[in-house]
């Protein structure tokens, strides 16, 4: 019996929003589904050249009240970037928190508008430690 990998779900308030955050960090739309009865869209979204391995976002048309919470129990995403400083620095400029710097010039944290945790690594090896980041605070918890 085989397995394979298919996607991640998460659950999103606000589809646009939590779209833009992903395409921040380099995801594409692959495919779209709207489910008239069922009242959702589900939105994949994937690095280019890596659509076998989607998220898959949730959005409830009637809303949904739970989010965002503490969306801790899910765990997190991660992905490995070409250079973990320049990813930071856009998302930042972008209004993104980085809630654990990348001090060590090879692991950082941020959250999806709806409180997702996203792990961003460094390809290869760390990058050698380099201002803001070093001297960084971790802002809330990932």
């Excluded at 008239?36 to 976002?57: K, S």
């Excluded at 969306?71 to 209004?95: E, K, T």
Aim: glycine share 8%.
């Amino acid at each position: 019996m085989g397995l394979k990998y298919l996607h991640t779900m998460v659950r999103v308030k606000d589809l646009e929003k939590s779209m833009a955050f992903y395409e921040l960090l380099g995801l594409k739309e692959t495919r779209r589904m709207d489910s008239d009865g069922g009242r959702f869209t589900l939105v994949f979204m994937a690095p280019p050249g890596q659509e076998e391995c989607p998220i898959e976002l949730t959005y409830n048309w009637d809303g949904d009240d739970a989010l965002p919470d503490d969306s801790r129990h899910f765990g997190h995403l991660a992905y490995r970037v070409p250079n973990i400083y320049d990813m930071c620095q856009h998302l930042m400029d972008n209004g993104v928190t980085i809630n654990r710097p990348p001090r060590d010039g090879h692991m950082a944290f941020v959250r999806s508008p709806d409180n997702i945790s996203i792990e961003l690594l460094q390809e290869g090896d760390a990058l050698p430690e380099a201002e803001p980041w070093n001297s960084m605070e971790n802002t809330g918890h990932w």
